[in-house]
């Protein structure tokens, strides 16, 4: 089946920087999404990309659909506390039989010291 | 308000039992999933229903059986829990082929 590899597996930032994590993926999609998980709670949707090239912000955070469609990547700036958690890229392909499921990434668990 | 509700957050039962877990969307969605999360946090489709009909049904042992009355309802039952059932279960729904919302989990502990 399809795989995808998230990096980094997890960051230490100070509160301020920027973050940056991608997904590549061994097979091409039709769309990514980004979810953010807090403990104990479900992902939470943060961005959804439709387009190869597609660049997509939403406040302090940008994704983009990469052009082989085998890609993505998420840009946190000036990261703050309530930024902590683990953030999922997901992949779907939206075409041929049982095609349509989310594949994730194995999530980058981000920390962020104040 | 709530998009996509679980119930129970928390379920705690023994090894042999049998238990069920439900889940409802009021966001008109016709697609709804559930997910089983491990102790490394990796998410994994199990199952998918679109207008009640299974779509996806995932190499589940079968000892798990959704069940979806209707579009806004995909309840979960597991006959005979085994400890290896331990893990968080979340509900997701979506229109087909759009992208889908979680809902809060439910953390099964077989003992």
């Known amino acids: 089946g399809q795989q995808l590899n998230q990096s980094p597996q997890s960051m230490f930032i100070q509160e301020g920087e920027d973050v940056s994590m991608n997904c590549t993926s061994s097979s091409i999609f039709n769309t990514w999404l980004w979810y953010k998980q807090d403990p104990g709670e479900g992902p939470v949707l943060l961005i959804a990309l439709y387009k190869a090239g597609e660049l997509t912000s939403n406040g302090r955070l940008t994704a983009q659909f990469g052009i082989t469609r085998k890609d993505s990547f998420l840009n946190i700036s000036a990261s703050i506390p309530s930024d902590v958690g683990i953030y999922f890229c997901?992949?779907?392909?939206?075409?041929?039989?049982?095609?349509?499921?989310?594949?994730f990434g194995k999530g980058t668990k981000l920390s962020v010291i104040p | 308000d709530t998009a996509v509700s679980q119930t129970p957050k928390y379920l705690v039962t023994q090894m042999g039992n049998d238990k069920s877990i439900k889940c409802e969307q009021n966001?008109?969605?016709?697609?709804m999933y559930w997910y089983k999360q491990d102790s490394k946090k990796f998410l994994k489709i199990m199952f998918s229903?679109?207008?009640?009909?299974?779509?996806i049904n995932e190499t589940v042992p079968n000892r798990f059986s959704p069940k979806s009355p209707d579009k806004a309802h995909l309840n979960l039952h597991i006959n005979s829990l085994e400890l290896g059932d331990s893990a968080v279960y979340f509900c997701a729904s979506s229109l087909f082929l759009y992208e889908q919302y979680f809902g809060p989990g439910t953390r099964l502990t077989v003992t």
């Open positions: 997901a992949g779907q392909l939206n075409s041929g039989a049982g095609s349509y499921q989310l594949t």
């Open positions: 966001l008109g969605h016709d697609t």
């Open positions: 229903y679109n207008n009640k009909e299974l779509i």
